[in-house]
Every structure is written in structure tokens, then in C-alpha cells.
């Protein structure tokens, strides 16, 4: 036989049976009815299952029992109102008689059986449905398919039943489970269940086809569907992007953009940069859990582009994505922008160049032009119709009288020589008609006055250039020329802003000398066009001596440039401590305000100056007045958090011990320092907020959900018959934080806790209050009692030691160092015991004795040594988890004590 065997074909029909009865496929052990596998092997051109119909994803609501049937079955994913359609495979290559079931299984890979059930017409108890088809039309469509969701208290329940019947299947219906069997499908059942997400499940198809004797024997590979989430669960809904507050930003990122969305799920959701040409870039958004409210809005920082040398805008895209499933909402477009390195314009403008001359006279040098040419001429005309007696003004009616700045020869217009030019200036004059009427007689009287003053004025400035020119003092001149001192540029600077622009602090002196002889002019504090002061500006470009100065001569420190900023405000922003020294002295009682006024983005002093990472600074604000707890406005975040978020660590542990912050502020979403600091993941700063007092079981005002499955509270309110005992627990003790007995999940809160945002295990070991030792207030007691398989040193063999280190004076920070706790040395310098709490903290942060051994023998404290040998306390294990650290070096998973035992450490600073 030539060609290719086909389905239709009789011959291939009955290879197959052939090879199934000679034993070539595989053995079934189970009933004529049921296949569950081995399937058929798959060949060229051979039979198989496909999906034409994937179920839809969203939208699709599981049902309890006690809710009764669903309302429609599951959709196709391409339903519409007016144009249903439901899942449907179809077998292909094959003509016959068939049966197709489906079932529901989890979302992992490789699939495994689900709690849930199918239920509707064509299913049975154990929630598998069946149709048969055939034997012209191969296509199986399932419109009537419902989701019953089982409770997280059943799950166990029905995995055990279910996980049992594969096993009688696979070889016989009536087979009796030996006690250890049972016992290794319960265990099965459990950890199957731990793992599972009862807010997602998939379809498993499975085509049977018909064998010799007629029965659905001969199973086709199954074909499984898309995910179907639940659509009360967080990730059910579809990823949207509603609104941004930003479409654009700079090209070294760090923007903070408002992005309002549908229903995200914080701890399963990324912010995707993305270009599609030249190599594919992406980056993702910077944030964490906290950044995410209520689960409709994101606050993210924009990533740096690849390219930050660029010279004109780059459009790229953004979108939301799912970090399991991997679905992405519909791109935006977004810009990024060249980096603005000169944002207050001060190299610009000192790059702008000077002009060739700002003499516009005609003659050798050059033409007259401009406006100082104009007014040259202006005045070169008066002064030619003063001594020719002519009395006509409407000659330059249209001329300007800003004095003498157009005298040419030092005031040689304005001498008793006979001018060349008079002729011709008496021959036109005599040529035009004679004026009459009481208009022009007016006329002719104001600009006789105009011409006095004009006159005047140039001979005073030609006066003052001859004394220029035989003293060399320049303000003989800016004295005659003061009233020109407020003459604002194209930028709307006026000369005192290029002076301190040009950083010329003598020509400053000169300039405010002859301004402040002025009387009720505010020349002083005139903006620019960016509305910057004089003083901003001497601010900006760190000239100490003219801030000084300027604020001496009456400027003004209150007014604010165009981002709400005083010059209290750029000095912090700049994190210039010498400049804010010479500030402070002027504020006084007056403007003390100063120091505790947000600017337009709402951020104080104190808040600029932990975002410049400056510690002296910080510490000048708050020794002059300034808040240190002071949350800014937008989100409430206090120094602290914004030194948390930042990771300074540095700066947290300056606010902590010195400038005592509130470790457990909280922001208008209730976030602590300890919230940021778990979502983050940073075990060293959760050790140091947990060490200075910050309080474990504090809740925010997000609700807390849960990522995997339906919390047991939905349960418990859908489930009727097991809502009652359930609201009987949960009210037991509603005003009550407590840490669960067993899964800290497991609590009647309304928000998070850092617990509940812990990002890694180290972290989740710090503030897993059940694995820390029983509170007390005598921290000496802790260091008496004997863990399983570990040793500790008593409040006396502490003592000895903390007197060996005293006498020998060794530095408790060069100790601390070399323990690793040399970010946590701060917290314990000022206590009257800073040895004894720095060893304790040691001790109960998980360090070994091992180290401390070793950390006294590197400072030559052989004393130590030998007492810590003598001693049978000496540790006889090492740590069971090496790899979780903190801010002590090596940190066991036993965590740190409780919040009564942290209280004490901080008692005495």
C-alpha cells in the first residue's frame, strides 16, 4: 500500500486495534468507561484534541453551594450579548464515535487535580462532565458549565476523596487503603491544598475513542484552557490603565506619576517600560506594596532610559502586567525628555555673550543703532535747538528721554561752540509752517520741560564719567544712573541678577549701595521671569558673602521662586549646611516660619534635606526650630519614611538616636517606617526601627487580602452554615493586635502589617512575633535562658565582660563594627550602659558566640577571650539558617524580643 495511512482509512483503523490488542499500547487496568491515562502516543497526521473555544478568563463568577446554580454557564473567550458562545474542542484526524470530558484542574505546571467542581447537566458528583460525539461531527461544546467553589476549610476534604479514586482507578473500584496509605494521601491532600489558588482554575479536556468492543477506551492528550479567575478575586479583573497625572519625564528617571487602574493585586503587578525598536529595552517602575492604594491607584517612580545622552524626546510605551499570569494591559505612551542640567538657568545665562560694543554712535568705531543711539540723537537734538534758540519740539516728539546715556565727548554737545549742523537745522525749522492754536502751544510748553530735564540729565552723567575718570570710584556714575538700576532684561533679570548671576560680588556692593539710596523703591527684591530674587539666585550659586550681605541691606528671605521655594527651602534642597548657617541668623522671630513651610510639592525643609542625603544639614534644620516629625503633604511622610524609602541608612539612624523622630508615625495611609522598610525588604533597617521601638502589629488602612486564595472571611460569609462560629471568633477580641497562634495571616485585621508586606524570609523572621522569646521587661533574664540547642551567656558573665571592655578602652563603635552592628552602634552610645545594650542586642539578634569570640580577639581583648572560654555557655551549633542577616552581621530566624522587651533600649538616650 502506497501513501499515507489516514484516519478514514480502514487500514489505519485496524493497526490501531491490532497494536492495542497485541499489547503495543498500553494496558488498562481500569474500567471499559474510563481512560484516564497513559494516552495514545501521537503520530503524524494521527488523531488529536484541540480547542477551537477557550473558555473566557474574566468576568465569571464561582459559585458556593449554598448559593444554588449559576446564573448562565461559562462563556466562550469571544461571547458577546448578542452572540453567545461556550467553550468547544473538537477531535480531528478521526472519524467515529468519541467521548469528551472535562474537568477542572490548578493553574501550575504541571497540572494537578482542583477542589473545585464542575456542575450542570452533563456532570456528575465528582465534577467531571461528558458528552459524546460523533460520528460526523466531532465538535463538543460545553454552554451550561458552572464553578463550584469549595470553602479553604473543605479543600483538604475533597483533594483526600478525590486523590483516592485516581489511586482505586489505577487499580480496582472496591481496593481498601492500608492506615499508612490513607495517612500518605491525607498528607498529599494537605500540601496539595497549601500551595493551591482557589481563585483560578483551568479546563482539562480529554477525548476517549472507541475501541473493539465499543467501549471509550483509547484516551487522545488532553488539551488544557487558558486560566478562568474568579471575578471576586483580585486578579480577575482586566488590566487597565485609567489615568496618568504625567505623560513625560527625564531621561534619568525618578519622576513620581499618579496612575490610576482597575483592580490590581500589589504583590502580582509591575509597571512595564518598553520600546519596540532597537533592541527591545524594557524597565519596570519603581514601588512597593505601600505605593499601591486600595488596589485602583499606583504612585511609581519612572525608570532611567538607556540612553541618557539624548538630544530631543523619545516616545516609549508603558503598561501594566501581571507577574504570574503574564497579561499586560493596553500600552500608553510615554516620553522622555533630555536631562535639564541647568534647571534655574544660571549657566545659560552666563554663557550668554556680551555684545561687540554698547557704543552706537556713528562714526569710526560704528553706526548709531538702537536704542541708545535713538537717545542719542534725542539728545544731541535738543541740545542743538537749545543753542540755536529754537523752541520747536515736534522735531522728536517721537524720541525718547532716558538720560545721557547717548552724550557723545564726555558733554561736548552741550558746549557754547557753534554746532555744524545749525544751518541746516534753522533752514528746516524756517521751512515749516508757524504753529497756532492753544493744543500746540501746550505742546510746545511740555516739550520745553522735557528738554530742560533731558539737558540736565546728560550734563549730570557727563559730569559724573569726567569724575569717573579722575577718581575710579564707579559709584559716582550708578549714583547719577540709580533710577535704572530695575531695568529687567528679556529673562526679566535686572542688573543685581547679573551681577550675582556673573558671580561679581563687588559690582553687587556697588549696585546695592546705589539702590538702597532710593527712596521707597523694592529694587531689592524684583523676580525674574522664573521668579527668582537677587537672593535666590546668590542662594543657587553658594555665594555665602553676598547672602550675607543682601540680607543685611533689607532683602526679603519670605518671598518664594516659581516652585513655592524661600531660600530657606534651596538651601536644604542643595544640602548646603554653611549657606543655611548664614540664613538663620536672619530669620529671627519673624521669619521662623520659614522652617516648617512646605513648598508647592508640600515638602518642608527637613524633607529636602533627606532627599539630598544631607545629615548636617538635616541636623541644622531641627537644632533651629524645624520639625522633624513634620509629614509633607502629599502623602505624609515624615524625614523618617522618606529615609527609609531612599534606604539612607545613615540618615535614619541620625533621626532615630540623635533628632529623635517618631519611629511609628504614620503616613495618611498609615504606613510606619516598619511598613516601608518590610515591603522593601531591608532586614538591617527593620532591625534598627524594631531596636529604637517601632511596633510590630501596627495596621494600615488597606484592607488586607490575600494573593493566593479567597480569604477566609469571604468564605465565612458566603458559606452560610460556617459564617456564625466564624463571627464568634472574629469578635471575640476586636480592639485586639495579636500575632496568630500559627499563620500570622490568620487574624481578625482590617489592614496590613509589616508582617503582612514582608518581601523576604529574613524579614518575615524579625517580625514573626512567634518565634521571638517571651516578653519581659528585665532584658538581663533573656540572656538566662537556654534555647533548644543553643547557649547563651548569663547576666554575670555579660557584666564581666562589659567591664573587661571598659577598662580596656576600646572604642564601642570600633566594636560594634566589628560584630556587624556598626549602623546600630548610634542607637546605644548615648544609653548609660552602651557596652552591656550593644552585647545584648547582639545576643538577641542571633549572633553567635563564635563571632564575638572573634571580634574580641581582633582588639586584643585576651582577657575577654579567656573568660568567654572558661565558660560552658560557648555556643555547640551553628545557626540553622546562616543566609538570613540583618544590621547585626548574622541573624538566626529566632528574631528580635517583642515591643516591651525593645523599649528599654532606647530608655536612657
Request: charged share 25%; aromatic share 6%.
Amino acid at each position: 500500500m502506497s501513501g499515507t495511512l489516514r484516519m478514514e482509512d480502514p487500514h489505519y483503523m485496524n493497526m490501531i486495534e491490532n497494536d492495542y490488542m497485541m499489547g503495543l499500547s498500553y494496558e488498562l487496568m481500569t474500567p471499559p468507561s474510563v481512560k484516564s491515562e497513559p494516552y495514545l502516543p501521537e503520530i503524524a497526521n494521527g488523531p488529536y484534541l484541540q480547542i477551537i473555544e477557550e473558555p473566557k478568563q474574566r468576568g465569571f463568577r464561582f459559585r458556593y453551594e449554598c448559593e444554588g446554580p449559576s446564573h448562565g454557564g461559562l462563556p466562550g473567550a469571544s461571547s458577546e450579548k448578542n452572540k453567545k458562545t461556550y467553550p468547544t474542542v473538537k477531535v480531528s484526524n478521526y472519524v467515529g464515535r468519541a467521548r469528551v470530558e472535562v474537568q477542572l484542574v490548578t493553574h501550575t505546571d504541571p497540572p494537578r487535580v482542583h477542589a473545585h467542581s464542575l456542575v450542570g447537566k452533563q456532570c456528575n458528583e465528582n465534577g467531571t462532565c461528558s458528552v459524546e460525539v460523533g460520528p460526523n461531527d466531532l465538535t463538543a461544546q460545553f454552554n451550561n458549565l458552572g464553578i463550584l467553589h469549595v470553602t479553604k476549610r473543605g479543600v483538604v476534604k475533597v483533594l483526600t476523596k478525590r486523590l483516592k479514586e485516581e489511586r482505586r482507578r489505577m487499580r480496582d473500584p472496591s481496593y481498601h487503603f492500608t492506615e499508612s496509605e490513607e495517612q500518605s494521601i491525607q498528607n498529599e491532600a494537605k500540601e496539595l491544598g497549601k500551595n493551591m489558588d482557589l481563585n483560578v482554575v483551568r479546563l482539562k479536556f480529554t477525548a476517549y475513542l472507541q475501541d473493539g468492543d465499543g467501549g471509550f477506551t483509547r484516551a487522545l492528550k488532553p488539551a488544557i484552557s487558558n486560566p478562568i479567575y474568579d471575578s471576586k478575586s483580585p486578579n480577575a479583573s482586566n488590566l487597565k490603565i485609567s489615568r496618568m497625572d504625567k505623560s513625560c519625564g527625564s531621561v534619568l528617571g525618578g519622576d513620581e506619576i499618579f496612575l490610576l487602574c482597575d483592580k490590581v493585586q500589589k504583590d502580582d503587578i509591575d509597571i512595564r517600560f518598553y520600546e519596540e525598536d532597537e533592541g527591545g529595552w524594557e524597565a519596570y517602575g519603581d514601588f512597593s506594596p505601600t505605593d499601591v492604594h486600595k488596589q485602583y491607584a499606583i504612585v511609581f517612580k519612572t525608570p532611567k532610559y538607556h540612553r541618557t545622552e539624548i538630544d530631543r524626546p523619545v516616545t516609549v510605551f508603558l503598561q501594566l502586567k501581571r507577574k504570574k499570569g503574564g497579561d499586560c494591559s493596553e500600552p500608553k505612551q510615554f516620553t522622555y525628555v533630555p536631562q535639564i542640567q541647568d534647571k534655574e538657568e544660571v549657566q545659560r545665562k552666563r554663557q550668554k555673550p556680551l555684545p561687540h560694543s554698547y557704543d552706537s554712535w556713528r562714526g569710526p568705531l560704528g553706526g548709531a543703532g538702537g536704542p541708545w543711539g535713538e537717545a542719542r540723537e534725542a539728545t544731541e537734538d535738543l541740545g542743538a535747538q537749545e543753542e540755536a534758540g529754537c523752541s520747536t519740539a515736534h522735531r522728536w516728539t517721537g524720541g525718547t528721554s532716558t538720560g545721557g546715556t547717548g552724550v557723545r565727548g564726555g558733554g561736548a554737545q552741550m558746549s557754547d561752540s557753534p554746532q555744524p549742523q545749525e544751518n541746516t537745522t534753522n533752514q528746516q525749522q524756517t521751512n515749516r509752517a508757524p504753529l497756532r492754536g492753544p493744543l500746540q502751544q501746550q505742546l510746545l510748553q511740555m516739550a520745553s520741560v522735557l528738554q530742560g530735564r533731558a539737558t540736565q540729565m546728560a550734563r549730570q552723567t557727563a559730569g559724573a564719567l569726567l569724575d569717573y575718570c579722575s577718581t575710579g570710584d564707579v559709584r559716582i556714575l550708578l549714583a547719577v544712573q540709580r533710577h535704572l538700576c530695575g531695568v529687567q532684561d528679556e529673562n526679566g533679570d535686572t542688573p543685581l541678577h547679573v551681577a550675582i548671576i556673573h558671580q561679581q560680588p563687588a559690582v553687587v556692593h556697588q549696585l546695592v549701595h546705589a539702590i538702597i539710596s532710593l527712596p521707597q523703591q523694592k529694587i531689592l527684591n524684583i523676580r525674574n521671569h522664573l521668579s527668582q530674587t537677587p537672593l535666590h539666585l546668590a542662594v543657587i550659586t553658594k555665594q555665602h558673602m553676598v547672602v550675607d550681605f543682601l540680607l543685611k541691606a533689607g532683602a526679603d528671605p519670605t518671598l518664594l521662586d516659581r516652585d513655592g521655594r524661600s531660600v530657606v527651602h534651596l538651601a536644604a534642597a542643595l544640602g548646603d549646611e554653611a549657606m543655611l548657617r548664614v540664613l538663620l541668623p536672619h530669620l529671627e522671630e519673624r521669619h521662623a516660619h520659614l522652617l516648617n513651610t512646605a513648598d508647592y510639592n508640600g515638602l518642608y525643609p527637613v524633607h529636602l534635606a533627606v532627599r539630598k542625603g544631607a545629615e548636617r544639614t538635616l541636623r541644622a534644620l531641627v537644632e533651629a526650630g524645624a520639625e522633624v516629625n513634620a509629614a509633607e503633604l502629599k502623602s505624609g511622610c515624615t524625614p523618617l519614611h522618606l529615609a527609609v524609602r531612599e534606604h539612607l541608612f545613615k540618615l535614619a539612624c541620625l533621626l532615630i538616636t540623635e533628632l529623635k523622630a517618631d519611629v511609628n508615625a504614620c503616613t495618611f495611609g498609615g504606613n510606619t517606617p516598619l511598613h516601608l522598610a518590610a515591603s522593601q525588604g531591608s532586614p538591617t533597617l527593620c532591625s534598627m526601627l524594631i531596636a529604637a521601638g517601632a511596633k510590630k502589629h501596627l495596621e494600615n488602612d488597606e484592607p488586607l487580602f490575600f494573593s493566593s486564595s479567597s480569604s477566609d472571611e469571604e468564605d465565612e460569609k458566603d458559606e452560610k452554615e460556617e459564617a456564625k462560629p466564624a463571627r464568634e471568633d472574629t469578635d471575640s477580641k476586636p480592639q485586639t493586635p495579636r500575632c496568630p497562634p500559627s499563620n500570622p495571616r490568620k487574624r481578625p485585621a482590617g489592614g496590613h502589617t509589616p508582617f503582612d508586606l514582608a518581601k523576604c524570609q529574613k524579614v518575615r523572621d524579625l517580625l514573626d512575633c512567634t518565634q521571638d522569646p517571651k516578653p519581659s521587661r528585665d532584658t538581663a533574664k533573656i540572656f538566662q535562658k537556654q534555647e533548644e540547642g543553643k547557649n547563651q551567656m548569663t547576666s554575670e558573665t555579660l557584666s564581666k565582660l562589659c567591664g573587661i571592655i571598659s577598662q580596656s578602652d576600646v572604642p564601642l563603635r570600633q566594636l560594634a563594627e566589628k560584630l556587624g552592628m556598626l549602623t546600630l552602634a548610634p542607637l546605644f552610645q548615648q544609653s548609660s550602659s552602651p557596652c552591656q545594650k550593644l552585647l545584648e542586642n547582639y545576643q538577641l539578634g542571633g549572633g553567635q558566640m563564635e563571632g564575638l569570640v572573634e571580634a574580641l580577639q581582633s582588639l586584643g581583648l585576651s582577657e575577654g577571650v579567656r573568660l568567654l572560654k572558661q565558660t560552658e555557655l560557648r555556643d555547640k551549633h551553628q545557626s540553622t539558617d546562616p543566609t538570613v542577616d540583618s544590621g547585626f552581621g548574622s541573624q538566626g530566624r529566632e528574631g528580635l524580643v517583642e515591643e516591651e522587651m525593645e523599649q528599654p533600649v532606647l530608655a536612657n538616650h
